[in-house]
């Protein structure tokens, strides 16, 4: 018999701390409220002419691309929701990023058609990774507590060291290309850095807010998962 907080799994404390973050009963409202202002007042900003842009640039291969990952995401998930979930997220990260970026054209960041091209690869794809992460971790919690608000605060608890290390190592690779000699190149760093650190905040924000408020149409992917879930729980 295991001990709370020898093994692993977070105590008490720690858990109780963790509720007051996106997946709490409360908070995870504040969150969603939080995001549908930002969304709001920053997608008018030059994001529908820019992504807009970037479909004609790319042609049919971008959106090949994005069906291709849609297939994917719903072959791992097996649910009709939680891809609509992680691509909901990746695109409100994208559109933030375009948000926080387009001033900054103004301040001396170049940005080229192929960096904006690369920032939605490589911001959509690291999003979704992320979600990945989170949704596994979601769903094993799942299996031991039938509070939907204490699996997801114990998943989070467990998955963001994993999903915050991997996003600094992207940025910091990536702000290492600020001393190339090219300003295409130099600029290429902190464009990609800035959209991995957004896409970063929505998924362990919006994310965990969207899982728990979506209930049982959240919870399982797998048809066995659920019985499963209830045996144990119950």
Not at 205 to 224: F, H, I, K, S
């Amino acid at each position: 018999m295991t001990t709370p907080g020898t093994s692993g799994t977070p105590s008490s404390g720690s858990v109780h701390k963790i509720t007051s973050l996106p997946c709490g009963p409360r908070s995870k409202y504040v969150v969603l409220a939080f995001w549908i202002i930002v969304l709001a007042s920053t997608w008018p900003r030059g994001n529908v002419g820019a992504l807009v842009k970037i479909f004609e640039d790319t042609g049919p291969a971008l959106l090949y691309s994005a069906l291709a990952v849609v297939v994917v995401l719903l072959l791992i998930y097996r649910s009709p929701l939680l891809w609509l979930l992680a691509v909901t997220c990746a695109a409100g990260a994208l559109g933030t990023a375009h948000a926080v970026l387009y001033p900054l054209t103004r301040h001396g960041l170049t940005i080229t058609g192929q960096s904006w091209d690369i920032l939605v690869v490589l911001v959509v794809g690291a999003s979704t990774g992320y979600a990945l992460l989170l949704v596994a971790r979601y769903r094993e919690e799942l299996l031991r507590n039938a509070d939907r608000h204490r699996a997801m605060a114990v998943a989070l608890y467990r998955a963001w060291p994993a999903i915050i290390a991997t996003a600094a190592t992207v940025v910091t690779g990536m702000l290492c290309l600020l001393v190339a000699e090219s300003t295409h190149i130099s600029g290429l760093g902190p464009v990609v850095a800035i959209g991995i650190a957004v896409g970063l905040l929505v998924t362990i924000t919006l994310l965990p807010a969207l899982l728990v408020m979506c209930g049982p149409c959240g919870r399982y992917a797998n048809p066995g998962t659920a019985p499963q879930a209830q045996r144990l729980a119950g």
